[in-house]
Structures are given as C-alpha cells and as structure tokens.
C-alpha cells in the first residue's frame, strides 16, 4: 500500500462544476502539500497546510489529521484548471521535509 | 525574486555519456531537493542536500548518480554512463529556513531522453 493515495485517478468536468480530489496518508506528517501539474509543464505549490483549512482564489483545500485526510476543492472550475494535481506529504520522521507523493489525479474540465 | 532556475530544460543523451543537470534555488535559500518523474509515474524523492553537505541520498541509486550543493553555485545531479531507464523529468525544488521544514518552491524541471 502506498503511503500517499489519491482518488480519483482521473475526473472529467464540466466548466462551472465542483470538483473534489481526495488524499490519505499512512504516515505522521509535519505537512501536506497539494501541487499543480499543467501537461509538459512544471510544477506549482499551490497549498501547504498542517491543520485546518485554506482558501487562495477558486481553490480550497482542507486537512483532517485524525484521519489523515484531505481534500482539494475546485469551485466553478474552468478549462485552464485541466491539469494534474498532486498531493505530497513531508513525514515527521523524515530529515528535512522530503516529499512523499501521491500518484495524481488528471482532471480535464470541459468547455 | 527570480524562482528556482534549472537547465538545461530538455538534454538528450546517448547510452553511456554523461548527463548533468543544475539547479539554482531561490535566492536565501540553502535548502535543495531533486525529485524524479519517470515517465507515466509518480514523482519520487532523490536526494536532499544543504550547502555542502548531502543531508538524505536514500532515494538516489547507489550506482552512476551523485550529486552536490557547493558553497557558490548551482546544485549539480550527475549522472553517469546514462542508459535509456534514466530517461524522465527531473525536478528540483527549494526551500528556506530551519531544517528546511516549509514550502518547497520547484524548478521548471529538465527532461532528460536517453537514446
């Protein structure tokens, strides 16, 4: 089993709908990290949070501890927000904060 | 506040050369981490380093790759002898403060294509 999973694999929307991405995690965490991928792209930071609740623009993501899980919501999603998001955790035990990540989830949203 | 550099952004390389990869982190930060995108897969940790000192390599193969943070310049991977598995997405990412525990700002990666 994976320490970081993401569900789902891939999520297919259409412009103005609500999307929500899922990530649990097996391992004591000092951080969560959610990353945004474009195709052939690099990679954005777009979240890091270790309790509660963040908002930046249309996006939204939260975490639960106890349960080690989180979300990352897209409110009235649009095309530009196709892209593959990633979410990583950086584990207490680790040296430094290396990242552990999920595997992605593609989302395409639909004009 | 120019981002984290690296280049070159595409290297292509026969089997058996060697590949070198930089990174420049952001500027105040002496924090590096290199990450691996093998293609259709998840990124994976290499190696974490600080200014001259490799912190954590336990995600590096133990044979064919190194890499180094010197006191001035760039963090350089090394790869050695290249063969076509190697081919991927390798990106590195900086952070700032203590324990370098905080966000981690990424590079534009370089794809690298073994032939």
């Known amino acids: 089993k994976n320490e970081v999973e993401q569900s789902p694999q891939n999520l297919t929307a259409q412009e103005g709908e609500f999307i929500t991405i899922n990530c649990s995690y097996s391992?004591?965490?000092?951080?969560l990290h959610w990353l945004q991928q474009h195709p052939g792209g690099g990679i954005v930071s777009l979240f890091m949070?270790?309790?509660g609740k963040k908002k930046h623009g249309r996006l939204i993501a939260t975490i639960n501890i106890q349960e080690k899980h989180s979300s990352l919501h897209i409110t009235a999603s649009h095309p530009r927000d196709s892209a593959v998001y990633i979410c990583?955790?950086?584990?207490?035990?680790?040296?430094?904060?290396?990242?552990?990540f999920g595997g992605g989830t593609r989302v395409l949203v639909k004009p | 506040n120019a981002g984290v550099m690296q280049n070159p952004r595409h290297l292509v390389r026969r089997r058996g050369q060697e590949a070198r990869l930089r990174c420049s982190p952001m500027?105040?930060?002496?924090?590096v981490y290199w990450y691996r995108q093998l293609p259709e897969e998840g990124l994976k940790f290499m190696v974490y380093?600080?200014?001259?000192?490799?912190?954590?390599e336990s995600g590096m193969p133990k044979e064919r790759f190194s890499a180094e943070f010197p006191k001035e310049g760039p963090s350089i991977l090394r790869i050695q002898q290249v063969v076509r598995g190697d081919s991927a997405a390798y990106f590195c990412?900086?952070?700032?403060?203590?324990?370098?525990?905080?966000?981690?700002?990424f590079g534009p990666g370089t794809r690298l294509t073994v032939l």
């Open positions: 990412a900086s952070s700032p403060g203590t324990g370098g525990i905080g966000e981690q700002f």
């Open positions: 391992v004591g965490i000092s951080a």
């Open positions: 949070l270790s309790s």
């Open positions: 990583a955790v950086g584990a207490i035990k680790a040296a430094g904060n290396k990242l552990t």
């Open positions: 380093l600080q200014k001259e000192n490799i912190i954590d």
């Open positions: 500027k105040g930060h002496s924090h």
